[in-house]
Protein backbone atom coordinates (compact mmCIF):
# COMPACT_ATOMS: atom_id res chain seq x y z
CA UNK A 1 0.00 0.00 0.00
CA UNK A 2 2.97 2.62 0.59
CA UNK A 3 3.26 2.68 -3.42
CA UNK A 4 -0.38 3.37 -3.57
CA UNK A 5 0.14 6.52 -1.11
CA UNK A 6 3.33 7.94 -2.85
CA UNK A 7 0.99 7.50 -5.96
CA UNK A 8 -1.94 9.53 -4.96
CA UNK A 9 0.91 12.85 -3.72
CA UNK A 10 2.03 12.19 -7.02
CA UNK A 11 -0.78 12.25 -8.77
CA UNK A 12 -1.79 15.22 -6.87
CA UNK A 13 1.42 16.85 -7.37
CA UNK A 14 0.90 16.99 -11.05
CA UNK A 15 -2.77 17.48 -11.80
CA UNK A 16 -1.66 21.02 -12.57
CA UNK A 17 0.82 20.04 -15.71
CA UNK A 18 -1.63 17.89 -16.89
CA UNK A 19 -0.97 17.90 -20.85
CA UNK A 20 -3.97 17.38 -23.13
CA UNK A 21 -2.56 14.24 -24.22
CA UNK A 22 -2.26 12.99 -20.77
CA UNK A 23 -5.89 14.04 -19.71
CA UNK A 24 -6.81 12.04 -22.96
CA UNK A 25 -5.54 9.05 -22.31
CA UNK A 26 -5.52 8.57 -17.97
CA UNK A 27 -8.36 11.33 -17.59
CA UNK A 28 -7.32 13.57 -14.63
CA UNK A 29 -9.92 12.51 -12.49
CA UNK A 30 -8.69 8.88 -12.59
CA UNK A 31 -9.33 7.54 -8.68
CA UNK A 32 -6.52 5.63 -7.02
CA UNK A 33 -8.98 3.36 -5.23
CA UNK A 34 -10.25 0.52 -7.32
CA UNK A 35 -14.19 0.42 -7.22
CA UNK A 36 -16.16 -2.57 -9.30
CA UNK A 37 -19.32 -3.56 -10.72
CA UNK A 38 -21.63 -6.38 -10.72
CA UNK A 39 -22.28 -7.42 -14.58
CA UNK A 40 -26.02 -6.93 -13.81
CA UNK A 41 -25.51 -3.32 -12.60
CA UNK A 42 -24.02 -2.37 -16.17
CA UNK A 43 -26.37 -3.89 -18.32
CA UNK A 44 -24.61 -6.87 -18.79
CA UNK A 45 -26.81 -9.32 -18.14
CA UNK A 46 -25.25 -12.97 -17.15
CA UNK A 47 -27.31 -15.92 -18.90
CA UNK A 48 -25.69 -17.73 -15.62
CA UNK A 49 -22.78 -18.30 -13.70
CA UNK A 50 -19.09 -19.36 -14.98
CA UNK A 51 -18.92 -22.71 -15.67
CA UNK A 52 -15.63 -25.17 -15.22
CA UNK A 53 -15.05 -26.22 -18.92
CA UNK A 54 -12.74 -29.14 -17.97
CA UNK A 55 -14.01 -32.13 -16.11
CA UNK A 56 -13.12 -31.43 -12.22
CA UNK A 57 -10.55 -34.48 -11.97
CA UNK A 58 -8.85 -32.93 -14.91
CA UNK A 59 -5.34 -31.97 -13.54
CA UNK A 60 -3.59 -29.59 -16.51
CA UNK A 61 -0.21 -30.64 -17.28
CA UNK A 62 0.74 -26.98 -17.14
CA UNK A 63 -0.31 -23.36 -17.16
CA UNK A 64 -3.23 -23.16 -20.03
CA UNK A 65 -1.98 -21.27 -22.56
CA UNK A 66 -4.11 -21.06 -25.90
CA UNK A 67 -7.60 -20.98 -24.69
CA UNK A 68 -10.37 -19.76 -27.20
CA UNK A 69 -14.10 -18.78 -27.41
CA UNK A 70 -16.56 -18.18 -30.63
CA UNK A 71 -20.22 -18.30 -31.14
CA UNK A 72 -22.05 -19.51 -34.33
CA UNK A 73 -24.16 -18.11 -36.42
CA UNK A 74 -27.00 -19.61 -34.57
CA UNK A 75 -26.02 -18.59 -31.09
CA UNK A 76 -23.89 -22.02 -29.75
CA UNK A 77 -20.64 -21.76 -27.80
CA UNK A 78 -17.45 -23.33 -28.95
CA UNK A 79 -14.59 -23.15 -26.94
CA UNK A 80 -10.99 -24.57 -27.74
CA UNK A 81 -7.92 -25.80 -25.65
CA UNK A 82 -4.25 -25.39 -26.42
CA UNK A 83 -3.58 -27.78 -23.25
CA UNK A 84 -6.06 -30.04 -23.17
CA UNK A 85 -5.75 -29.88 -26.98
CA UNK A 86 -9.56 -30.25 -27.69
CA UNK A 87 -12.89 -28.57 -28.36
CA UNK A 88 -16.32 -28.56 -26.05
CA UNK A 89 -19.45 -27.07 -27.68
CA UNK A 90 -22.38 -25.35 -26.00
CA UNK A 91 -25.86 -23.53 -25.99
CA UNK A 92 -25.90 -19.69 -25.16
CA UNK A 93 -27.11 -20.85 -21.43
CA UNK A 94 -23.63 -22.57 -21.21
CA UNK A 95 -25.50 -26.45 -21.62
CA UNK A 96 -23.14 -28.84 -22.81
CA UNK A 97 -23.67 -30.39 -26.24
CA UNK A 98 -22.65 -33.70 -26.59
CA UNK A 99 -20.70 -34.72 -30.00
CA UNK A 100 -22.11 -37.11 -31.99
CA UNK A 101 -18.57 -38.85 -31.68
CA UNK A 102 -15.46 -38.57 -29.71
CA UNK A 103 -12.77 -40.98 -29.92
CA UNK A 104 -12.49 -41.76 -25.99
CA UNK A 105 -16.19 -41.34 -24.23
CA UNK A 106 -14.12 -38.28 -22.81
CA UNK A 107 -16.38 -35.69 -24.82
CA UNK A 108 -13.83 -33.71 -26.54
CA UNK A 109 -13.06 -33.66 -30.05
CA UNK A 110 -10.41 -31.64 -32.11
CA UNK A 111 -10.11 -33.27 -36.08
CA UNK A 112 -11.54 -35.95 -37.80
CA UNK A 113 -9.88 -38.33 -40.46
CA UNK A 114 -11.13 -38.29 -44.10
CA UNK A 115 -14.17 -40.62 -43.19
CA UNK A 116 -15.20 -38.46 -40.43
CA UNK A 117 -14.11 -40.73 -37.21
CA UNK A 118 -12.61 -38.53 -34.36
CA UNK A 119 -8.92 -38.49 -33.18
CA UNK A 120 -8.24 -38.18 -29.64
CA UNK A 121 -8.19 -35.19 -28.21
CA UNK A 122 -4.23 -33.71 -27.52
CA UNK A 123 -3.06 -34.73 -31.39
CA UNK A 124 -2.29 -31.06 -32.21
CA UNK A 125 -0.59 -27.92 -30.56
CA UNK A 126 -1.56 -24.03 -30.84
CA UNK A 127 -5.06 -23.81 -31.33
CA UNK A 128 -7.02 -20.47 -32.50
CA UNK A 129 -11.01 -21.05 -32.88
CA UNK A 130 -12.91 -18.82 -35.21
CA UNK A 131 -16.74 -18.71 -36.26
CA UNK A 132 -17.44 -17.43 -39.97
CA UNK A 133 -18.81 -13.80 -39.38
CA UNK A 134 -20.64 -14.10 -42.56
CA UNK A 135 -22.65 -17.20 -42.45
CA UNK A 136 -22.82 -20.64 -41.12
CA UNK A 137 -19.85 -22.77 -39.75
CA UNK A 138 -17.23 -22.47 -37.49
CA UNK A 139 -13.45 -23.97 -36.93
CA UNK A 140 -10.44 -24.24 -35.55
CA UNK A 141 -6.90 -24.64 -36.64
CA UNK A 142 -3.62 -25.71 -35.15
CA UNK A 143 -0.07 -26.98 -36.08
CA UNK A 144 0.61 -30.61 -36.12
CA UNK A 145 1.63 -33.85 -37.70
CA UNK A 146 -0.35 -36.11 -36.06
CA UNK A 147 -3.80 -36.10 -37.84
CA UNK A 148 -2.50 -39.17 -40.08
CA UNK A 149 -5.02 -39.34 -42.58
CA UNK A 150 -4.47 -40.02 -46.59
CA UNK A 151 -5.47 -36.99 -47.81
CA UNK A 152 -2.56 -35.30 -45.36
CA UNK A 153 0.01 -38.05 -45.59
CA UNK A 154 2.66 -35.73 -48.28
CA UNK A 155 1.70 -32.39 -46.20
CA UNK A 156 2.65 -33.95 -43.17
CA UNK A 157 5.33 -36.35 -43.92
CA UNK A 158 8.45 -33.95 -42.92
CA UNK A 159 7.35 -31.73 -40.32
CA UNK A 160 4.03 -29.76 -38.71
CA UNK A 161 2.02 -28.36 -40.61
CA UNK A 162 -1.25 -26.01 -39.72
CA UNK A 163 -4.22 -27.81 -40.47
CA UNK A 164 -7.76 -26.56 -40.11
CA UNK A 165 -10.60 -28.89 -38.89
CA UNK A 166 -14.57 -26.87 -39.90
CA UNK A 167 -17.65 -27.21 -38.63
CA UNK A 168 -21.14 -27.00 -39.63
CA UNK A 169 -23.41 -25.02 -37.01
CA UNK A 170 -24.38 -28.00 -34.85
CA UNK A 171 -20.83 -29.54 -34.95
CA UNK A 172 -20.92 -31.73 -37.47
CA UNK A 173 -16.85 -32.41 -38.96
CA UNK A 174 -16.29 -31.16 -42.24
CA UNK A 175 -14.26 -33.40 -43.79
CA UNK A 176 -11.34 -33.80 -44.99
CA UNK A 177 -9.09 -31.06 -42.82
CA UNK A 178 -7.68 -28.67 -44.85
CA UNK A 179 -3.95 -28.11 -45.06
CA UNK A 180 -3.47 -24.05 -44.50
CA UNK A 181 -0.23 -23.96 -46.82
CA UNK A 182 0.15 -25.62 -50.28
CA UNK A 183 1.23 -29.13 -50.57
CA UNK A 184 4.21 -29.06 -51.99
CA UNK A 185 5.56 -26.48 -49.90
CA UNK A 186 4.02 -28.45 -46.52
CA UNK A 187 5.69 -31.42 -47.76
CA UNK A 188 9.32 -29.48 -47.35
CA UNK A 189 11.85 -30.31 -44.46
CA UNK A 190 10.73 -28.19 -41.25
CA UNK A 191 8.11 -27.25 -39.40
CA UNK A 192 5.16 -24.70 -39.78
CA UNK A 193 2.86 -23.45 -37.18
CA UNK A 194 -0.49 -21.86 -37.53
CA UNK A 195 -0.38 -18.16 -36.70
CA UNK A 196 -4.47 -17.86 -36.95
CA UNK A 197 -6.84 -18.29 -39.72
CA UNK A 198 -10.01 -16.37 -40.84
CA UNK A 199 -13.58 -17.28 -42.75
CA UNK A 200 -13.54 -14.22 -45.82
CA UNK A 201 -16.69 -12.45 -46.97
CA UNK A 202 -16.81 -13.91 -49.75
CA UNK A 203 -16.57 -17.66 -49.04
CA UNK A 204 -12.75 -18.04 -49.04
CA UNK A 205 -10.69 -18.88 -45.94
CA UNK A 206 -7.55 -17.13 -44.91
CA UNK A 207 -4.56 -18.63 -43.03
CA UNK A 208 -1.30 -17.30 -41.40
CA UNK A 209 1.98 -19.48 -40.62
CA UNK A 210 4.95 -19.34 -39.07
CA UNK A 211 7.03 -20.89 -41.63
CA UNK A 212 10.77 -22.84 -40.56
CA UNK A 213 11.65 -24.30 -43.60
CA UNK A 214 14.97 -22.36 -43.49
CA UNK A 215 15.90 -23.12 -47.60
CA UNK A 216 12.08 -22.19 -48.76
CA UNK A 217 12.28 -18.93 -46.72
CA UNK A 218 15.60 -18.11 -48.76
CA UNK A 219 14.30 -19.24 -51.83
CA UNK A 220 11.00 -18.21 -51.74
CA UNK A 221 10.97 -15.62 -50.18
CA UNK A 222 13.73 -13.80 -50.71
CA UNK A 223 14.63 -13.43 -46.49
CA UNK A 224 18.57 -13.49 -46.19
CA UNK A 225 19.80 -16.73 -44.01
CA UNK A 226 20.39 -14.94 -40.98
CA UNK A 227 16.50 -13.70 -40.60
CA UNK A 228 15.19 -16.98 -42.45
CA UNK A 229 14.36 -19.07 -39.58
CA UNK A 230 10.79 -17.75 -38.84
CA UNK A 231 8.99 -15.68 -41.49
CA UNK A 232 4.98 -15.30 -41.57
CA UNK A 233 3.35 -17.21 -44.88
CA UNK A 234 -0.28 -15.78 -46.17
CA UNK A 235 -2.31 -18.27 -48.13
CA UNK A 236 -6.11 -18.02 -49.28
CA UNK A 237 -8.21 -21.09 -50.06
CA UNK A 238 -11.54 -21.44 -51.90
CA UNK A 239 -14.09 -23.55 -49.25
CA UNK A 240 -14.01 -26.16 -51.53
CA UNK A 241 -10.56 -27.02 -51.49
CA UNK A 242 -7.87 -29.26 -49.02
CA UNK A 243 -5.29 -26.75 -50.44
CA UNK A 244 -4.56 -23.06 -50.75
CA UNK A 245 -4.89 -21.91 -54.70
CA UNK A 246 -6.07 -18.66 -54.40
CA UNK A 247 -3.56 -16.72 -52.81
CA UNK A 248 0.12 -17.99 -51.28
CA UNK A 249 3.45 -15.64 -50.71
CA UNK A 250 5.13 -13.61 -47.50
CA UNK A 251 2.98 -11.70 -45.20
CA UNK A 252 5.08 -8.98 -44.66
CA UNK A 253 6.29 -6.55 -46.82
CA UNK A 254 9.91 -6.51 -45.93
CA UNK A 255 11.99 -9.81 -46.66
CA UNK A 256 12.80 -10.90 -42.87
CA UNK A 257 12.12 -12.68 -40.08
CA UNK A 258 8.66 -12.47 -38.22
CA UNK A 259 6.36 -14.27 -35.58
CA UNK A 260 2.93 -14.28 -35.15
CA UNK A 261 0.44 -16.18 -32.15
CA UNK A 262 -3.11 -15.21 -33.14
CA UNK A 263 -3.08 -11.69 -35.18
CA UNK A 264 -5.78 -12.27 -37.73
CA UNK A 265 -9.10 -10.28 -38.16
CA UNK A 266 -11.20 -10.05 -40.80
CA UNK A 267 -13.88 -7.38 -42.13
CA UNK A 268 -16.45 -7.59 -45.18
CA UNK A 269 -13.76 -6.03 -47.93
CA UNK A 270 -10.88 -7.86 -46.64
CA UNK A 271 -8.02 -9.12 -43.48
CA UNK A 272 -5.53 -7.63 -41.71
CA UNK A 273 -2.70 -9.04 -40.28
CA UNK A 274 -0.32 -8.36 -36.59
CA UNK A 275 3.18 -10.06 -36.48
CA UNK A 276 6.57 -9.32 -34.87
CA UNK A 277 9.49 -8.13 -36.39
CA UNK A 278 12.16 -8.34 -33.64
CA UNK A 279 13.50 -5.76 -31.02
CA UNK A 280 14.44 -2.88 -33.36
CA UNK A 281 11.01 -2.67 -35.25
CA UNK A 282 8.62 -4.32 -33.13
CA UNK A 283 5.31 -5.47 -33.61
CA UNK A 284 3.59 -4.45 -37.19
CA UNK A 285 0.19 -4.38 -38.95
CA UNK A 286 -0.63 -5.07 -42.45
CA UNK A 287 -3.95 -4.89 -44.36
CA UNK A 288 -5.77 -6.62 -47.42
CA UNK A 289 -8.23 -6.94 -49.74
CA UNK A 290 -10.12 -9.68 -49.69
CA UNK A 291 -7.59 -11.28 -52.91
CA UNK A 292 -4.53 -10.74 -50.99
CA UNK A 293 -3.97 -8.04 -52.74
CA UNK A 294 -2.35 -5.47 -49.74
CA UNK A 295 -3.29 -2.10 -48.88
CA UNK A 296 -0.46 -1.05 -46.91
CA UNK A 297 3.10 -2.14 -46.37
CA UNK A 298 4.26 -2.90 -42.90
CA UNK A 299 2.75 -0.71 -40.61
CA UNK A 300 4.75 -0.05 -37.30
CA UNK A 301 2.75 -0.13 -34.29
CA UNK A 302 4.75 2.26 -32.37
CA UNK A 303 4.06 5.28 -34.38
CA UNK A 304 0.65 5.23 -33.11
CA UNK A 305 -0.07 7.60 -29.86
CA UNK A 306 1.14 11.00 -28.98
CA UNK A 307 3.14 13.13 -26.25
CA UNK A 308 3.58 10.18 -22.98
CA UNK A 309 1.09 7.75 -24.96
CA UNK A 310 3.01 7.01 -28.17
CA UNK A 311 3.85 3.93 -29.16
CA UNK A 312 2.15 2.52 -26.48
CA UNK A 313 -0.39 0.25 -28.73
CA UNK A 314 3.09 -1.76 -29.79
CA UNK A 315 5.94 -1.27 -27.46
CA UNK A 316 7.76 -4.50 -25.62
CA UNK A 317 4.59 -6.64 -27.07
CA UNK A 318 5.80 -9.79 -28.83
CA UNK A 319 4.78 -12.13 -31.15
CA UNK A 320 1.16 -11.89 -30.16
CA UNK A 321 0.62 -14.21 -27.24
CA UNK A 322 -0.39 -10.68 -24.92
CA UNK A 323 -2.30 -9.02 -27.26
CA UNK A 324 -6.24 -9.15 -28.77
CA UNK A 325 -6.40 -8.19 -32.70
CA UNK A 326 -9.57 -8.78 -34.13
CA UNK A 327 -12.27 -7.68 -37.27
CA UNK A 328 -15.78 -7.15 -36.71
CA UNK A 329 -17.02 -8.19 -39.94
CA UNK A 330 -17.76 -4.66 -41.15
CA UNK A 331 -14.94 -1.91 -41.58
CA UNK A 332 -13.17 -1.81 -38.16
CA UNK A 333 -10.57 -3.95 -36.16
CA UNK A 334 -9.99 -3.64 -32.63
CA UNK A 335 -6.20 -3.95 -31.10
CA UNK A 336 -5.65 -4.13 -27.28
CA UNK A 337 -2.01 -4.44 -25.63
CA UNK A 338 -0.61 -3.82 -22.18
CA UNK A 339 1.88 -0.88 -22.26
CA UNK A 340 4.35 -1.05 -19.06
CA UNK A 341 4.43 2.78 -18.13
CA UNK A 342 6.55 4.16 -14.85
CA UNK A 343 5.32 7.87 -15.13
CA UNK A 344 4.92 8.76 -11.07
CA UNK A 345 1.14 9.51 -11.72
CA UNK A 346 0.49 6.10 -13.18
CA UNK A 347 2.57 2.22 -12.62
CA UNK A 348 2.22 -0.79 -13.92
CA UNK A 349 0.91 -2.29 -17.48
CA UNK A 350 -1.96 -0.24 -18.37
CA UNK A 351 -4.84 -1.57 -20.86
CA UNK A 352 -5.04 0.64 -23.82
CA UNK A 353 -7.35 -0.38 -27.44
CA UNK A 354 -7.01 1.41 -30.63
CA UNK A 355 -9.43 1.02 -33.17
CA UNK A 356 -8.38 0.37 -37.17
CA UNK A 357 -10.15 1.59 -40.18
CA UNK A 358 -10.15 -1.47 -43.25
CA UNK A 359 -7.71 0.95 -44.59
CA UNK A 360 -5.37 0.55 -41.66
CA UNK A 361 -5.51 4.38 -40.02
CA UNK A 362 -6.21 4.79 -36.39
CA UNK A 363 -9.59 6.04 -36.23
CA UNK A 364 -10.20 6.04 -32.18
CA UNK A 365 -7.60 5.81 -29.65
CA UNK A 366 -5.00 4.89 -28.17
CA UNK A 367 -7.69 5.01 -25.46
CA UNK A 368 -7.09 4.03 -21.79
CA UNK A 369 -9.08 1.43 -20.57
CA UNK A 370 -9.18 2.31 -17.03
CA UNK A 371 -8.88 5.94 -17.28
CA UNK A 372 -11.53 8.53 -16.55
CA UNK A 373 -13.72 9.35 -13.41
CA UNK A 374 -14.79 5.30 -13.07
CA UNK A 375 -11.52 3.97 -13.58
CA UNK A 376 -8.31 2.72 -11.48
CA UNK A 377 -5.05 4.42 -11.95
CA UNK A 378 -3.06 1.57 -10.32
CA UNK A 379 -2.78 -1.45 -12.48
CA UNK A 380 -0.90 -4.55 -12.89
CA UNK A 381 -1.70 -6.98 -15.61
CA UNK A 382 2.26 -7.83 -15.79
CA UNK A 383 3.86 -11.18 -16.14
CA UNK A 384 2.73 -14.82 -17.10
CA UNK A 385 -0.98 -13.25 -16.59
CA UNK A 386 -0.95 -10.31 -18.64
CA UNK A 387 -2.53 -11.63 -21.65
CA UNK A 388 -5.70 -9.15 -21.92
CA UNK A 389 -8.17 -9.10 -25.33
CA UNK A 390 -10.73 -7.14 -27.05
CA UNK A 391 -13.84 -7.25 -29.27
CA UNK A 392 -15.97 -5.27 -31.53
CA UNK A 393 -19.52 -6.24 -31.77
CA UNK A 394 -20.61 -7.74 -34.83
CA UNK A 395 -23.27 -9.03 -36.70
CA UNK A 396 -24.40 -5.97 -36.78
CA UNK A 397 -21.03 -4.24 -36.91
CA UNK A 398 -21.84 -1.32 -34.61
CA UNK A 399 -18.15 -0.26 -33.60
CA UNK A 400 -19.13 -0.86 -29.72
CA UNK A 401 -16.27 -2.99 -28.25
CA UNK A 402 -15.50 -4.43 -24.98
CA UNK A 403 -12.11 -5.28 -23.42
CA UNK A 404 -11.29 -7.79 -20.89
CA UNK A 405 -8.23 -8.31 -18.44
CA UNK A 406 -7.22 -9.66 -15.44
CA UNK A 407 -5.42 -7.27 -12.47
CA UNK A 408 -3.34 -8.26 -9.70
CA UNK A 409 -2.61 -5.09 -8.37
CA UNK A 410 -5.33 -5.27 -6.07
CA UNK A 411 -5.02 -8.52 -4.52
CA UNK A 412 -1.40 -9.23 -5.18
CA UNK A 413 0.67 -11.05 -7.82
CA UNK A 414 -0.83 -14.35 -7.52
CA UNK A 415 -4.33 -13.51 -7.79
CA UNK A 416 -5.84 -11.76 -10.72
CA UNK A 417 -9.48 -10.13 -10.63
CA UNK A 418 -10.84 -10.41 -14.55
CA UNK A 419 -12.76 -7.32 -15.00
CA UNK A 420 -13.95 -6.11 -18.28
CA UNK A 421 -15.58 -2.12 -19.70
CA UNK A 422 -17.90 -1.95 -22.43
CA UNK A 423 -17.00 1.30 -25.17
CA UNK A 424 -19.34 2.95 -27.48
CA UNK A 425 -17.36 3.64 -31.24
CA UNK A 426 -15.71 6.89 -30.30
CA UNK A 427 -14.01 5.65 -27.26
CA UNK A 428 -16.41 6.52 -24.76
CA UNK A 429 -17.01 4.25 -21.83
CA UNK A 430 -20.62 2.78 -22.04
CA UNK A 431 -19.80 1.16 -18.76
CA UNK A 432 -17.73 1.43 -15.27
CA UNK A 433 -15.28 -1.32 -15.06
CA UNK A 434 -17.35 -4.64 -14.38
CA UNK A 435 -16.13 -8.07 -12.35
CA UNK A 436 -17.21 -10.68 -14.46
CA UNK A 437 -16.58 -13.60 -12.54
CA UNK A 438 -19.59 -14.36 -10.19
CA UNK A 439 -16.76 -16.22 -7.78
CA UNK A 440 -15.34 -12.31 -7.09
CA UNK A 441 -17.42 -10.96 -4.13
CA UNK A 442 -18.27 -7.49 -4.90
CA UNK A 443 -19.02 -6.41 -1.53
CA UNK A 444 -15.62 -8.04 0.03
CA UNK A 445 -13.66 -7.26 -2.61
CA UNK A 446 -12.06 -10.28 -2.95
CA UNK A 447 -12.38 -14.01 -4.55
CA UNK A 448 -11.08 -17.41 -3.66
CA UNK A 449 -8.32 -17.62 -6.23
CA UNK A 450 -6.95 -16.03 -9.17
CA UNK A 451 -8.64 -15.68 -12.62
CA UNK A 452 -5.91 -15.19 -15.77
CA UNK A 453 -6.03 -14.79 -19.71
CA UNK A 454 -9.16 -13.77 -20.65
CA UNK A 455 -10.34 -14.04 -24.51
CA UNK A 456 -13.98 -12.69 -25.75
CA UNK A 457 -16.53 -12.91 -28.39
CA UNK A 458 -19.50 -10.42 -28.87
CA UNK A 459 -21.87 -11.29 -32.15
CA UNK A 460 -25.83 -9.46 -31.62
CA UNK A 461 -26.24 -8.89 -27.97
CA UNK A 462 -24.15 -11.85 -27.12
CA UNK A 463 -20.96 -11.99 -24.84
CA UNK A 464 -18.56 -14.68 -24.29
CA UNK A 465 -16.01 -15.02 -21.96
CA UNK A 466 -12.96 -18.01 -21.64
CA UNK A 467 -10.42 -17.66 -19.09
CA UNK A 468 -8.70 -19.83 -16.33
CA UNK A 469 -9.19 -19.68 -12.76
CA UNK A 470 -8.29 -21.07 -9.56
CA UNK A 471 -12.10 -19.55 -8.19
CA UNK A 472 -13.62 -23.15 -8.33
CA UNK A 473 -14.36 -24.94 -4.90
CA UNK A 474 -14.63 -28.36 -6.43
CA UNK A 475 -10.95 -28.35 -8.15
CA UNK A 476 -8.15 -25.61 -7.13
CA UNK A 477 -6.25 -26.30 -10.45
CA UNK A 478 -6.10 -24.07 -12.93
CA UNK A 479 -9.48 -24.54 -14.99
CA UNK A 480 -10.74 -23.62 -18.02
CA UNK A 481 -13.58 -21.49 -17.41
CA UNK A 482 -17.28 -19.89 -19.67
CA UNK A 483 -19.35 -17.37 -19.12
CA UNK A 484 -21.87 -15.44 -21.33
CA UNK A 485 -23.93 -12.50 -21.06
CA UNK A 486 -26.42 -10.29 -23.07
CA UNK A 487 -25.93 -6.46 -23.43
CA UNK A 488 -27.81 -4.11 -25.54
CA UNK A 489 -31.54 -3.16 -26.27
CA UNK A 490 -32.50 -6.82 -25.94
CA UNK A 491 -30.30 -7.82 -23.48
CA UNK A 492 -33.03 -7.34 -20.54
CA UNK A 493 -36.03 -9.46 -22.54
CA UNK A 494 -33.69 -11.58 -23.35
CA UNK A 495 -32.81 -12.80 -19.88
CA UNK A 496 -36.16 -12.40 -19.23
CA UNK A 497 -36.92 -15.14 -20.92
CA UNK A 498 -34.49 -17.24 -19.54
Given at each position: MRNKACFVVLLGAVVVMLT??????????????????S???????????????????????????????????????????HRVGGLRMYDIHMNNIPWAKDADGSNWVLYFDDEGNPFPKGSASGVKIKANLFGPGWGIGSYTASVQTPSLAVAQSLGQTPILQLFQNDGTPIVPAKCGVPEDFAAAAGDIRIG????????????I????????????????????????????????????????????????????????????????????????????????????????G?????????????GVLGTGTGRGDQQGWHGDGGSRYILASLDYLDLGYIIGSAPFVGIFSEFGDLIVGPVHVTGGPDGWSWVDGSLDDGRIDAALQSDPAT????????????????????????????????????????????????????SRRPRVVWRGNKIAVAWVT????????????????????????DFMLY
Open positions: PCFVCAFGEDTPADLVLYPESQGLIPLGPAIMVDDVDFVPSGKQEGIGVCITEDGKVAYSADFDFLSNGNIVTGESRQLDENINLFGVPEALAGNVIVLSIMKPDEQFPTVHFGRLTEEPTRSETWHGLGVTQNGFAARVFKGASTGAVLRFFQNDGTPLTDVPLTQFGEGEIAGRFICVWADKAFLGLEAGILMGRIFEADGTPLTKMIALDNHFDIGLMEQAGLTNFDENPNQMCTLRTFTFGEEAVS
